[in-house]
């Protein structure tokens, strides 16, 4: 029987070429084991042709595509689960054909022959043929079994491999990238397991920035499941491509590890204490994993990722897998545009998030179009809504009609540390209206302009550094004034906790909403999924509170307005329609509302999963936009009831960003341990000026004495109590000058973007520096009158 209609090939007759044959990770590892001379553990594949064989004589193919017929919106999760579900059903209860069976088993009886061992433990690992391309990748979307030992369990397995094929994220997937469901085959690369005292991943481009003058590898003690699931932050190596010096490593604590038992399971156990902050990598170690990444990049000539393990018996490094890398695979090496010394304007702006950027435009008029938008675009638009993260995160920059320097825009960008500009309408021409979708333009956020084509000096590597990274130059100085970090996005905790922050002051549950749930909370309780709501949300959470363990995170409960709502998965039938929603139904009316109450339960539910469950006590809450002290009072009672009390160890926090959390600042300390100020809306609301109207956008200034006494009240009433008093709106992110009066008026800390941080910390610095040397020679506050109300 040729290679085109065989059940089985082992990887030494396998190439990178053989995709349609046994799928990307099949082939790949019989690449690296047939063409390269890095380690990778031996196995067979099964082969596509056995999967078709398989659905063909079980009549399956026939069955599956009459059940797809009932998948008539893959946007509707429920319909997606009941669907995907009884297709994996049908296909795990089918008997897998004798002559395939054979053809597994005998695979498997000959692997354990070379190795010596009757019955070995092997991985099965799914290979679907349209997985680990460079510009579709599949990985992770469907199974794989670790420790898997006989040939009946080996088949079964295999066959559990087939059903995952129709995972719901895996259909949902294909869907969205146009592939024929019935086209894409699977394959099971049956491997020999490598028993792990220490593994990880590594790629040969920085995923961060894009550098491919280095590598990064990291690791954690145990199977590499960990890493790769995020379960504990790896330590962090990076490694000189050219020559393998070692630049720079990272040691995190790794409390816990996956590791085998004897008999084949999986168990989780502590880390001891002297090894939970040990590198898991020698220098040689480290340099030996660099040396085979660089070999397996220069044989693929592309990016790569992969994983890597080291035998708790022999010590032996093994590379378990490698695929390319998708993203800066893309961009890297995407063409450019000739570039041009000429400075064409095509709009201007505000300068929301500073840096260059070069891209291609991708004009969006309709949210209906977000998820056209590709990786690496500049996404043009008319405003953002807290809907269009998941677009935002795959921007190279942003660019804007409306909005001024609060608006949701600016501010994501900011965290994401992407270029942006807003406002074009009100300083010039609407750029949706003067840039055309795919245009290849230059911003140059740092002031404020949109050009034509590529500029030569605005975006060469030097130029174009976009925003400040974690990594500081020299030491930052302590501060009496604690400085927090804003943050949204869970997958930046781990890049972001680096910096120099004392923690945590503003984590905006919505991210987490638009970028992972998509459903209204309400929705998924009627539908019987409120465990979505709950995991997902403790999920995202944790990421943060292990990156920042054990400086404190504070988590601002849901603040979407009713429109925004409204864009969640079936949130029409919930939502009011509201002509003021920045003033409507927002924050905390709505958590002890009748018809709200029960998916409020489910956000608290989450914060006790994530202290009392995983553990980090460091996590503490927030409440937005409290008009009133009685909802503040029933906000608590119900907190309370639900498990999660004010105490030593977890703080309640009231946003303070309405005219009465300040004039009644003495009433509501007795329900909050303190307060943290939204200066965006505290200003809109204290000057009545609509902060996302760019026709009033002048008049916008929280620097105006009406917000200066404001706040200035607020902290001295707060510590007339023992409250605590931080600030996490825009304005010391903004102004150097603001953040002195905040100083000098004894606020406790400040909130600030991520780019911000190191800055802040070195002002503070120098004005409790000037505050003290005043002190001492009896020069005291001069401004105290100027503040007064």
Same mark, same amino acid.
């Given at each position: 029987?040729?290679?085109?209609?065989?059940?089985?090939?082992?990887?030494?007759?396998?190439?990178?070429?053989?995709?349609?044959?046994?799928?990307?990770?099949?082939?790949?590892?019989?690449?690296?084991?047939?063409?390269?001379?890095?380690?990778?553990?031996?196995?067979?594949?099964?082969?596509?042709?056995?999967?078709?064989?398989?659905?063909?004589?079980?009549?399956?193919?026939?069955?599956?595509?009459?059940?797809?017929?009932?998948?008539?919106?893959?946007?509707?999760?429920?319909?997606?689960?009941?669907?995907?579900?009884?297709?994996?059903?049908?296909?795990?209860?089918?008997?897998?054909?004798?002559?395939?069976?054979?053809?597994?088993?005998?695979?498997?009886?000959?692997?354990?022959?070379?190795?010596?061992?009757?019955?070995?433990?092997?991985?099965?690992?799914?290979?679907?043929?349209?997985?680990?391309?460079?510009?579709?990748?599949?990985?992770?979307?469907?199974?794989?079994?670790?420790?898997?030992?006989?040939?009946?369990?080996?088949?079964?397995?295999?066959?559990?491999?087939?059903?995952?094929?129709?995972?719901?994220?895996?259909?949902?997937?294909?869907?969205?990238?146009?592939?024929?469901?019935?086209?894409?085959?699977?394959?099971?690369?049956?491997?020999?397991?490598?028993?792990?005292?220490?593994?990880?991943?590594?790629?040969?481009?920085?995923?961060?920035?894009?550098?491919?003058?280095?590598?990064?590898?990291?690791?954690?003690?145990?199977?590499?499941?960990?890493?790769?699931?995020?379960?504990?932050?790896?330590?962090?190596?990076?490694?000189?491509?050219?020559?393998?010096?070692?630049?720079?490593?990272?040691?995190?604590?790794?409390?816990?590890?996956?590791?085998?038992?004897?008999?084949?399971?999986?168990?989780?156990?502590?880390?001891?204490?002297?090894?939970?902050?040990?590198?898991?990598?020698?220098?040689?170690?480290?340099?030996?994993?660099?040396?085979?990444?660089?070999?397996?990049?220069?044989?693929?000539?592309?990016?790569?990722?992969?994983?890597?393990?080291?035998?708790?018996?022999?010590?032996?490094?093994?590379?378990?897998?490698?695929?390319?890398?998708?993203?800066?695979?893309?961009?890297?090496?995407?063409? *450019? /545009?000739? =570039? @041009? +010394?000429?400075?064409?304007?095509?709009?201007?702006?505000? %300068?929301?998030?500073?840096?260059?950027? &070069?891209?291609?435009?991708?004009?969006?008029?309709?949210?209906?179009?977000?998820?056209?938008?590709?990786?690496?675009?500049?996404?043009?638009?008319?405003?953002?809504?807290?809907?269009?993260?998941?677009?935002?995160?795959?921007?190279?920059?942003?660019?804007?009609?409306?909005?001024?320097?609060?608006?949701?825009?600016?501010?994501?960008?900011?965290?994401?540390?992407?270029?942006?500009?807003?406002?074009?309408?009100?300083?010039?021409?609407?750029?949706?209206?003067?840039?055309?979708?795919?245009?290849?333009?230059?911003?140059?956020?740092?002031?404020?302009?949109?050009?034509?084509?590529?500029?030569?000096?605005?975006?060469?590597? *030097? /130029?174009? =550094? @976009? +925003?400040?990274?974690?990594?500081?130059?020299?030491?930052? %100085?302590?501060?009496?004034?604690?400085? &927090?970090?804003?943050?949204?996005?869970?997958?930046?905790?781990?890049?972001?906790?680096?910096?120099?922050?004392?923690?945590?002051?503003?984590?905006?549950?919505?991210?987490?909403?638009?970028?992972?749930?998509?459903?209204?909370?309400?929705?998924?309780?009627?539908?019987?999924?409120?465990?979505?709501?709950?995991?997902?949300?403790?999920?995202?959470?944790?990421?943060?509170?292990?990156?920042?363990?054990?400086?404190?995170?504070?988590?601002?409960?849901?603040?979407?307005?009713?429109?925004?709502?409204?864009?969640?998965?079936?949130?029409?039938?919930?939502?009011?329609?509201?002509?003021?929603?920045?003033?409507?139904?927002?924050? *905390?009316?709505?958590?002890?509302?009748?018809?709200?109450?029960?998916?409020?339960?489910?956000?608290?539910?989450?914060?006790?999963?994530?202290?009392?469950?995983?553990?980090?006590?460091?996590?503490?809450?927030?409440?937005?936009?409290?008009?009133?002290?009685?909802?503040?009072e029933h906000i608590t009672a119900l907190m309370a009831a639900e498990g999660l009390r004010r105490g030593p160890d977890f703080k309640v926090w009231l946003m303070a960003e309405?005219?009465?959390?300040?004039?009644?600042?003495?009433?509501?300390?007795?329900?909050?341990?303190?307060?943290?100020?939204?200066?965006?809306?505290?200003?809109?609301?204290?000057?009545?000026?609509?902060?996302?109207?760019?026709?009033?956008?002048?008049?916008?200034?929280?620097?105006?004495?009406?917000?200066?006494?404001?706040?200035?009240?607020?902290?001295?009433?707060?510590?007339?109590?023992?409250?605590?008093?931080?600030?996490?709106?825009?304005?010391?992110?903004?102004?150097?000058?603001?953040?002195?009066?905040?100083?000098?008026?004894?606020?406790?800390?400040?909130?600030?973007?991520?780019?911000?941080?190191?800055?802040?910390?070195?002002?503070?610095?120098?004005?409790?520096?000037?505050?003290?040397?005043?002190?001492?020679?009896?020069?005291?506050?001069?401004?105290?009158?100027?503040?007064?109300?």
């Amino acid at each position: 029987m040729d290679r085109e209609q065989a059940f089985v090939l082992w990887f030494d007759e396998v190439h990178r070429q053989d995709v349609a044959l046994v799928g990307g990770k099949s082939s790949s590892l019989g690449e690296l084991t047939s063409s390269t001379a890095v380690p990778v553990p031996y196995g067979f594949a099964t082969t596509a042709y056995g999967y078709r064989y398989f659905m063909k004589k079980t009549g399956l193919d026939g069955q599956i595509k009459q059940m797809l017929q009932d998948l008539t919106d893959v946007e509707d999760p429920v319909q997606l689960q009941r669907v995907t579900a009884a297709i994996r059903k049908a296909v795990c209860e089918a008997t897998m054909p004798e002559e395939l069976a054979a053809a597994i088993r005998d695979a498997y009886l000959a692997l354990g022959k070379k190795a010596g061992i009757a019955d070995p433990f092997v991985a099965v690992r799914s290979s679907a043929t349209a997985e680990d391309l460079p510009d579709a990748s599949f990985a992770g979307q469907q199974d794989t079994y670790l420790n898997v030992q006989g040939a009946d369990t080996v088949i079964q397995k295999v066959k559990e491999c087939y059903a995952s094929t129709f995972t719901d994220r895996a259909t949902y997937y294909r869907q969205k990238k146009g592939f024929d469901h019935l086209e894409v085959a699977l394959s099971a690369a049956v491997q020999m397991m490598v028993f792990s005292k220490a593994a990880g991943v590594m790629f040969t481009v920085d995923l961060v920035t894009g550098d491919d003058s280095t590598i990064t590898i990291e690791g954690a003690w145990g199977l590499g499941e960990y890493v790769v699931q995020g379960t504990v932050t790896p330590d962090n190596f990076k490694v000189n491509k050219e020559n393998l010096t070692i630049l720079s490593k990272m040691a995190n604590t790794k409390p816990v590890q996956l590791v085998r038992l004897p008999g084949g399971d999986c168990e989780e156990r502590p880390v001891p204490e002297a090894a939970q902050k040990a590198l898991v990598l020698t220098d040689a170690q480290v340099k030996e994993l660099a040396n085979y990444a660089k070999m397996i990049e220069a044989h693929y000539g592309c990016y790569m990722d992969m994983e890597w393990g080291i035998d708790e018996r022999t010590n032996k490094i093994w590379i378990l897998q490698a695929r390319p890398e998708t993203v800066w695979s893309k961009k890297n090496k995407e063409k *450019a /545009a000739p =570039a @041009t +010394t000429e400075r064409c304007v095509l709009v201007k702006g505000l %300068p929301a998030s500073p840096g260059q950027a &070069y891209g291609k435009a991708h004009v969006i008029s309709d949210p209906a179009q977000i998820a056209e938008f590709k990786d690496g675009e500049v996404l043009v638009t008319t405003m953002t809504a807290p809907d269009w993260v998941p677009a935002m995160k795959k921007a190279k920059a942003i660019v804007t009609d409306a909005g001024g320097m609060t608006c949701h825009a600016s501010i994501v960008s900011r965290e994401l540390g992407i270029p942006c500009i807003v406002g074009t309408k009100s300083r010039s021409r609407e750029a949706t209206a003067v840039i055309q979708n795919g245009q290849d333009i230059t911003i140059d956020a740092t002031n404020g302009i949109v050009y034509q084509g590529r500029v030569a000096d605005l975006v060469t590597p *030097a /130029a174009a =550094a @976009t +925003t400040a990274t974690p990594a500081t130059a020299e030491p930052v %100085p302590i501060t009496g004034t604690k400085v &927090y970090m804003n943050l949204g996005n869970p997958d930046l905790a781990a890049k972001y906790g680096m910096l120099p922050c004392d923690g945590i002051g503003l984590m905006r549950e919505e991210f987490i909403w638009t970028t992972f749930i998509h459903e209204h909370p309400l929705y998924l309780l009627e539908t019987g999924h409120p465990e979505r709501v709950t995991d997902q949300l403790a999920e995202g959470i944790r990421k943060v509170c292990q990156a920042l363990a054990p400086r404190p995170v504070t988590l601002r409960f849901s603040d979407f307005k009713s429109s925004e709502y409204r864009n969640l998965t079936g949130g029409d039938a919930y939502e009011p329609q509201e002509n003021s929603a920045l003033l409507g139904w927002r924050g *905390a009316s709505r958590y002890y509302h009748p018809q709200y109450k029960e998916a409020f339960k489910l956000e608290v539910q989450a914060v006790r999963k994530v202290r009392e469950e995983y553990g980090f006590k460091n996590l503490n809450v927030m409440i937005p936009f409290c008009r009133c002290v009685s909802e503040m009072e029933h906000i608590t009672a119900l907190m309370a009831a639900e498990g999660l009390r004010r105490g030593p160890d977890f703080k309640v926090w009231l946003m303070a960003e309405i005219p009465a959390n300040i004039i009644l600042a003495d009433q509501f300390n007795a329900f909050v341990d303190g307060y943290s100020i939204g200066s965006n809306d505290l200003t809109m609301l204290v000057l009545g000026c609509d902060r996302d109207n760019e026709t009033v956008a002048s008049l916008f200034d929280e620097r105006n004495l009406a917000v200066k006494r404001a706040i200035r009240h607020l902290i001295t009433v707060a510590h007339k109590d023992g409250k605590t008093v931080s600030i996490c709106g825009q304005a010391p992110s903004v102004y150097p000058e603001f953040t002195e009066f905040l100083v000098k008026s004894g606020i406790d800390s400040v909130s600030v973007n991520p780019d911000a941080v190191a800055a802040t910390k070195k002002r503070i610095a120098q004005i409790e520096q000037r505050l003290l040397l005043d002190s001492l020679t009896g020069r005291g506050r001069a401004d105290t009158e100027e503040y007064t109300w």
